[in-house]
């Protein structure tokens, strides 16, 4: 079965004779409110929920791509923050790039040069702006006009998150229930709401069990189905909190299902604990705050020990003061809502 034709659902199309062969585009990261934990179909990345996110203005990924001459070289050749990637550390990227040149039936290789404007290993997820990026420059190198839509669902295949990626502001990804229904789709543009997004870096090092692994093991806690179940009213609050740029419902959901996520972690086989010390002083803190002095943000934690803290412009000042202050933090990283992909003019080679 060619499963990389299922990504839209239609028969591979062939690339235009004279195709632009060079795009460069640069892609935001996410934050979810309500997190994509555990798959359906681990080959499709059907998640088993819906999720949402805000996408990220000032943490993103730009991604230079050259189709090359066919027979002009053997392999793909891709660098990553300066550094030239070996075949094993290349292979997912590989595979996607496969997937895409299945869909635009050529056999061409790729030149890619990538690079994070944020620490790879600070809690930002590199995988849904770098797999959102690298989909879009070999799509638009190749000249094919697919929708956003479309895109969505081609980066879901090499990251789930990435298909929220595609869309700026703020977005849901609908689980959908083949390759072509479960995509992406805006709920409100960036300046809908000027929420922050502060992330506490408590730890660099990188995380010992990927999402990649841990989306399989989310059905092996007693507790996932409980989460699954709960997952509609949350997803609803999530809506309405957003339409209503209403923090002090948003609040309380992300910070409730961040944790559910984490217990479900935690309790599955074999145990995922992504937790550091650091994690719980922050948490511990940002609820102190609020009760006492009424600093109106809240947390949410991805796959890693780093935490997210969102609020309004009004309290980023104090947010990042009083994280300052806290032993565990090494670094804060602040973002707004960010755009949907841009392609720009100037390239990295
Ligand atoms: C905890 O999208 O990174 O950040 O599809 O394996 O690349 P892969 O997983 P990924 O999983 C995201 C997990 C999360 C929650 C979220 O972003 O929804």
């Not at 290789?109 to 620490?119: L, M, W």
């Not at 980066?155 to 083949?178: I, K, M, N, P, T």
């Not at 202050?325 to 841009?342: C, N, R």
């Amino acid at each position: 079965m060619n499963t990389s034709r299922q990504a839209t659902g239609k028969a591979p199309e062939k690339a235009p004779e004279k195709a632009p062969e060079k795009a460069t585009v640069r892609a935001g990261s996410n934050i979810a409110f309500i997190k994509y934990w555990g798959v359906d179909d681990a080959t499709l990345n059907l998640p088993q929920t819906n999720s949402i996110s805000m996408t990220l203005a000032d943490a993103y990924t730009t991604t230079t791509l050259e189709w090359l001459e066919e027979g002009q070289a053997a392999t793909d050749a891709i660098t990553l923050d300066g550094v030239p990637l070996d075949e094993r550390k290349a292979a997912r990227l590989v595979r996607h790039l496969d997937r895409i040149r299945g869909l635009a039936a050529t056999e061409r290789r790729a030149r890619v040069v990538s690079q994070n404007n944020f620490p790879m290993a600070s809690g930002i997820a590199s995988s849904a702006s770098g797999f959102a990026a690298l989909t879009v420059a070999a799509c638009h190198a190749l000249d094919l006009n697919w929708s956003a839509t479309r895109l969505s669902a081609v980066a879901r295949r090499g990251s789930g998150s990435a298909s929220r990626s595609l869309f700026g502001g703020f977005v849901e990804w609908e689980r959908g229930h083949d390759d072509a229904t479960s995509v992406a789709r805006q709920l409100h543009p960036p300046d809908h709401w000027q929420l922050y997004d502060l992330v506490a870096v408590v730890s660099g090092a990188e995380k010992a069990v990927s999402s990649e692994q841990g989306h399989q093991l989310a059905a092996s806690s007693p507790l996932n189905a409980g989460r699954v179940a709960s997952l509609e009213q949350a997803l609803h609050e999530v809506r309405t909190a957003l339409a209503e740029c209403d923090l002090r419902r948003l609040g309380p959901v992300i910070e409730q299902d961040a944790l559910a996520m984490h217990a479900v972690m935690m309790t599955s086989r074999p145990s995922l604990l992504y937790w550091q010390p650091g994690t719980l002083e922050i948490i511990q803190a940002i609820r102190h705050w609020r009760e006492q002095d009424g600093v109106q943000a809240y947390f949410t934690i991805d796959a890693g020990p780093n935490v997210h803290l969102l609020c309004e412009a009004v309290d980023v000042a104090a947010v990042q003061a009083r994280l300052g202050t806290l032993a565990s933090v090494q670094q804060i990283i602040v973002s707004q809502p960010g755009p949907a992909p841009l392609q720009l003019d100037e390239h990295l080679f």
